[in-house]
């Protein structure tokens, strides 16, 4: 039995996680921002914004008093934008910064003396494929999630020393409530990305089994789904054919644009 911290668990993946860990009988702390009135019997909640390090403190006070320690913290808290770079707002990087990037730097900063007082402990980051290839048209969420997966990377060896692992998990789009929350000022890239979530057939709890199943192997990379694996294997095997397919989807954006204005 595992004790397990869950951020952004109030819907979602995270709440799909959460009832995964629950079902196998772990201890859970579920935390959001938001009220999680979804959550099984028997999980912990408190409320954790992760751009605040007093609420990570209290978190990490709570974890220690309660259980006396942490198994596994997954860092899934995060929030959507799309929008070119002329069209995004520095508000907009901003918070997408804060929330996606400086969000899972802050728990693994605070749960990290913990990990290695224990000599041991999983972390789990959870990025997008958004992190490894990069498409036109999200350039802020791009960026952010390209640091998660380098902040995982980096952890993974410089903790492995004291017996912490670290996963990153690089899902493409799924079905979720991100859809509806998209933030930024182009609509014309917003409504593309919310259709692709949409219109997924993976559904949140599809990604929730391929996650676990690498929390338990270990795997520092997880790619949880065929339109991920086939998108980062086409960047590192044939780069020209990549580039001539984000040029293809710049194209269409800018013949868009053309014909808005014509």
Known sequence: MSRVLVTGAASGLGLELVRRFVGRGDQVLATDVADAPALPTGVSFRTLDVCSDADWEAARDWVEQTWGGLDVLVNNAGVAAGGRIDKTPMADWQLVTEVNLLGPARGCRTFTPLFKAQRSGH????A????????PGMSCYNATKAGVVALSETLHHELAPYGITTTVVCPSFFRSNLASSLRGSDPDVQERA????????????DIADVVIEGIDARDPVVLTDDVARASYLLKHKDRAAYDDQMQVNARRAFEREQEARA
Request: cysteine-free; proline content about 4%; charged content about 10%.
């Open 123 to 126: 972390i789990v980051n959870v």
């Open 128 to 135: 997008s494929i958004a992190g490894l290839v990069h498409p």
């Open 194 to 205: 919310a259709a692709l979530i949409e219109h997924s057939e993976l559904s949140a709890g």
